[in-house]
Every structure is written in structure tokens, then in C-alpha cells.
């Protein structure tokens, strides 16, 4: 258990409005990632932080934006949501330094009506 | 660019019987290959890994050995049993720096029957 949590873990929510779903991790992990997975394309890198103000952008990026104001907290945010962003989030952090084994949250399942 | 690619499912086999995911990947350098699996309403959660050519990473019974010659890193699994029912993920870690993002397969339904 790497003591990562994300919340919420449901949302609903309109076209055109904005939505924040945030990671807690509980162990000072320096990096964190958000992905999205959808059918048939597994899970897709969205944005990435390497420290507390150290973000960068990932494969599937358009319409999304991060912020790390702490270490522990990785905030993603669709600033209009659409339907095409309707998926399930998963927050991940890397483990020990040294190690590329990444592990994952338990996910935040987002519809846009 | 680097990529996965894994066999398509869903997978349905009967308990007791052999399991065998085909993963192969495309990849410049040598990066570390990992097994995730995702059990129904669940987050992802780490399997196996290999993090160079021809070591064999296993874990609760699975198995995959990382082939350079063959850029593969099938899962296998003696006998399966209904409680291994889940979506296997194959996927690798881009050491483009030290970022380490994970690259993965489009994911695998395993469906055990009893």
C-alpha cells in the first residue's frame, strides 16, 4: 500500500464546467502522475510532477492542467470539461529512488454529461 | 516512438488450465517491463517486473522473462484459478531521463470459469 487516496472517487458532471480531482500521497514521493484509462486504450500519461512546482505535460495533455503546491497533493483540473474527458483517473507515484516501479491509486471514475 | 502491444481479449479459460498473454514492445534502450493487474473496481496494482534481458520476474504463480531477442514479456501462469480473473496490464517504463513514465498495452480480460 503506498498510501496514495484520491477524491472523489465519483463525479458527474455537465459539459462546460470545471472539475478538480485531487491525489494525497502519505509518503513524501517526489514524482506523480496522472493517467486516464479508456477501453482499448489502456492507461495514457496526462501530466507528470517531478517536485512541488516541477510539472510537465504527458501524452493525452489538451485540455487538462495540473498544479503541486505540497508534495503530497497532485491536483488535476479540467478547466471546461467535455464528454471525450469522460474516463477513469488514476494518480500514481514512483516508488524508492533508485526504482521505476510506479503504483497506482484507487481511481476517480469521471462522466460528462 | 516507444509502445506496447499485447494481446487482445477477453480470455476464457477454465480453472486449472495454462495461461499464456503474449506482450511485445518497441522500445530504443532498455527499459524495465512490468505485469499490473486490475481486479474488477479496482486501481492498478503491480505483478511482476524485469528490469533487464532475461531476467525472470514472477509473483503469486505468474511468470514472465524479459527476451531482448524476441522484444517480448509474455505472462504465463501454470494454473489459473477463478480468483485470477481480472485485466492484465503489460507496460514500459520510458527511462528517457528520470521521469520513468509508464508506456502500456491496451490490457487484457482474463475470465476464469469454475
Known amino acids: 500500500d503506498a498510501g496514495i487516496t484520491q477524491s472523489p472517487r465519483h463525479k458527474v458532471t455537465e459539459t462546460g464546467t470545471p472539475v478538480t480531482l485531487r491525489c494525497h500521497q502519505t509518503?513524501?514521493?517526489?514524482?506523480m502522475y496522472w493517467y486516464r484509462q479508456d477501453p482499448g486504450h489502456g492507461l495514457r500519461l496526462i501530466h507528470y510532477s517531478y517536485g512541488v512546482k516541477d510539472t510537465d505535460k504527458g501524452e493525452v495533455s489538451d485540455g487538462y492542467s495540473v498544479s503541486r503546491s505540497k508534495t503530497e497533493d497532485f491536483l488535476l483540473t479540467l478547466e471546461s470539461a467535455t464528454s471525450s474527458q469522460t474516463s477513469v483517473y488514476f494518480c500514481?507515484?514512483?516508488?524508492?529512488?533508485?526504482?521505476?516501479?510506479?503504483?497506482f491509486g484507487p481511481g476517480t471514475r469521471l462522466t460528462v454529461l | 516512438g516507444n509502445s506496447v502491444t499485447q494481446m487482445e481479449g477477453p480470455v476464457t479459460l477454465s480453472e486449472e488450465a495454462f495461461l499464456t498473454i503474449n506482450c511485445t514492445y518497441t522500445?530504443?534502450?532498455?527499459?524495465?517491463l512490468f505485469w499490473y493487474v486490475q481486479y474488477p473496481g479496482e486501481g492498478l496494482q503491480l505483478l511482476l517486473k524485469?528490469?533487464?534481458?532475461?531476467d525472470k520476474g514472477s509473483n503469486k504463480g505468474f511468470e514472465a522473462t524479459y527476451r531482448k531477442e524476441t522484444t517480448s514479456f509474455h505472462l504465463e501462469k501454470g494454473s489459473v484459478q477463478v480468483s485470477d480473473s481480472a485485466v492484465y496490464f503489460c507496460a514500459l517504463s520510458d527511462n528517457g531521463g528520470a521521469t520513468n513514465k509508464l508506456i502500456f498495452g491496451t490490457g487484457t480480460l482474463l475470465a476464469v470459469q469454475p
Open positions: 522500445a530504443t534502450g532498455y527499459p524495465s
Open positions: 524485469a528490469t533487464k534481458a532475461d
Open positions: 500514481a507515484i514512483k516508488g524508492l529512488a533508485g526504482t521505476d516501479t510506479q503504483y
Open positions: 509518503e513524501n514521493h517526489r514524482y
